[in-house]
């Protein structure tokens, strides 16, 4: 298996990227300035034209899962596709290095809590605020289950190939590439817990709650209120002998010592009677921690106690362990497929090339697909470069439809297009605005929301259209080279914003990545391909334009 460290952003690209913008208002000026100056001013129309364009499905070897932005945990059963089981292994670590923890330590309690992503609805007269949980996929039980890890996830990969100071890659598949990671290991010591502080929470049979949690103190007197949260109360007595006896020991002098000792947590998930559910955590958050209450003798006043906190958090490798019971083939690299299979996590995506993936080539006797194309819209020079416009493209968009007779429910209601050569999304995504606080509505104008019947939020998927003018444009004004697209399902359109695409674990030396905003969605949908027989439902990539009329 190949060892590498992760795909960055291509420098090239980037730099075309930026020229892009810069040259993007003179160019439009241009275009419109030689339609207009060849006294046609007044002689010219809007047409259109739909060009056939190949896809096909690509299935996606095991995908690094170290360090995602968000982690997913449980069982998502989709019904296109199948059951996948999502756990989380990750390294824990506290700001208080050397801990002195004092004299007559009592540990008094010990919480875990990791926040859902919650939406306030209402406020109710007593104060208390209802909530809506977002990015919790299936409604029946799972069950969970916590362990100390005893692998250590260390940081620097000691094979390196390029650098010795090559980061580990860890896979979802529970490998590093090169070497498995036992589940026996994983699943170490199980952590006691005691009970649950919100009563909704039961592990063996748990689903996300949305109430709000209501802490109180010893008088019973409401002290504050939590957002919905997954919220345990842990044994404490393995947590003092692991952590308040070892007061001034070497273990806990500094952070790779501790790390050594102490390798994390492992959150195991298990489907019951092959379903499930699954929720997206943000274990980066600060509110995402292990937190130790305890009281000690008080150093200033004899006979009193004072009142402290060890907080532990999820910082470090965190890596998500995904497993299918499903397999998608692959397609027709060649000539495409009828149908397009798109899965998020270890899944798949799609492959698209326009204008049958040519582009300038050196026949000079004969025109490709590619070089048809640029020659109807612009004139060239003797290498194919850019002179001047024929016609001005107003708009140019790629059209899926949804295939209905196959699909099941639950559609994703975003997915991204991309750059495969130079893993960037194109240069339309970042021209179009960005929904910092609502990922759902963002960068519509190129990545449009699945159209649904009726414009129903529940109706059935009928199509997504992908404006890609700009991409378009670049082939034909800017000399850029006609790369293969890919097409993905996403779970957050803002993470490719700055976030560099993950390694795919293949077989031999084969480069491949994957968009992180796929990895961290479990949904799936079912698009027609090129060679559906419903010529309706085909996908196409409509280019409108202006030119004059003769």
Not at 201 to 210: C, M, R, T
Request: glycine share 6%; net charge negative; hydrophobic share 35%.
């Amino acid at each position: 298996m190949k060892r590498r460290h992760i795909a960055l952003k291509n420098l090239a690209a980037l730099i075309l990227l930026v020229s892009s913008f810069i040259a993007c208002d003179k160019d439009f000026a241009n275009i419109d300035s030689d339609i207009i100056n060849n006294d046609n001013a007044s002689h010219f129309g809007v047409n259109s034209r739909d060009f056939d364009v190949i896809a096909y499905t690509k299935t996606l070897d095991p995908v690094q899962t170290n360090n995602l932005p968000l982690n997913l945990l449980g069982v998502y059963n989709d019904p296109n596709y199948g059951t996948t089981t999502a756990s989380i292994v990750s390294q824990m670590s506290s700001s208080t290095i050397n801990p002195d923890f004092g004299e007559n330590v009592v540990l008094d309690s010990v919480i875990l809590s990791i926040p859902y992503f919650a939406t306030a609805t209402n406020i109710t007269e007593e104060g208390d605020i209802e909530y809506e949980l977002d990015s919790v996929f299936g409604n029946a039980p799972i069950k969970l289950s916590l362990f100390e890890n005893n692998y250590f996830l260390r940081d620097i990969n000691p094979g390196g190939e390029e650098d010795i100071n090559d980061p580990q890659l860890y896979y979802s598949n529970m490998s590093t590439g090169l070497d498995n990671i036992s589940p026996s290991i994983l699943e170490g010591e199980e952590i006691p817990v005691l009970d649950v502080v919100d009563d909704n929470i039961d592990l063996d049979n748990f689903v996300p709650s949305n109430q709000q949690i209501k802490l109180t103190n010893e008088d019973d007197q409401l002290t504050a209120r939590l957002a919905p949260t997954l919220r345990l109360k842990l044994g404490i007595g393995y947590w003092f002998n692991k952590i308040i006896a070892m007061s001034g020991q070497p273990e806990l002098s500094n952070l790779n010592n501790f790390r050594n000792y102490f390798r994390g947590i492992y959150i195991k998930a298990e489907p019951i009677d092959g379903s499930g559910n699954m929720t997206l955590l943000n274990l980066a958050s600060s509110s995402s921690n292990i937190t130790l209450y305890y009281t000690k003798d008080n150093e200033l006043s004899e006979g009193d106690t004072t009142s402290l906190t060890y907080v532990l958090n999820f910082t470090g490798n965190t890596v998500n362990f995904i497993s299918n019971d499903f397999t998608i083939p692959s397609g027709d690299e060649s000539s495409g497929d009828p149908n397009l299979f798109l899965k998020g996590g270890q899944g798949s995506v799609a492959e698209i090339k326009l204008f049958n993936g040519d582009d300038i080539d050196d026949d000079d006797t004969t025109d490709n697909v590619f070089e048809t194309f640029k020659n109807e819209f612009v004139e060239t020079d003797e290498d194919g470069k850019f002179v001047s416009n024929k016609k001005l493209i107003n708009e140019a968009n790629l059209v899926v439809y949804v295939n209905q007779n196959m699909v099941n429910g639950n559609e994703p209601e975003r997915i991204f297009l991309y750059d495969t050569k130079n893993r960037i999304p194109l240069t339309d995504y970042f021209l179009d605005a960005a929904n910092t606080n609502s990922p759902l509505f963002s960068r519509t104008n190129h990545l449009g929301r699945l159209e649904r019947e009726g414009d129903d939020v529940d109706g059935n998927g009928i199509k997504y259209k992908i404006k890609i003018t700009e991409h378009i444009n670049n082939l034909l004004l800017r000399d850029s080279t006609n790369v293969k697209l890919g097409l993905a399902v996403s779970g957050n359109i803002n993470l490719e914003s700055n976030q560099p695409q993950f390694d795919v674990l293949t077989s031999g030396n084969a480069e491949e990545s994957v968009p992180v905003s796929s990895i961290v969605s479990p949904r799936g949908t079912i698009l027609y391909g090129n060679l559906t027989g419903d010529e309706e439902k085909k996908l196409y990539l409509e280019i409108i334009f202006t030119e004059p009329d003769n």
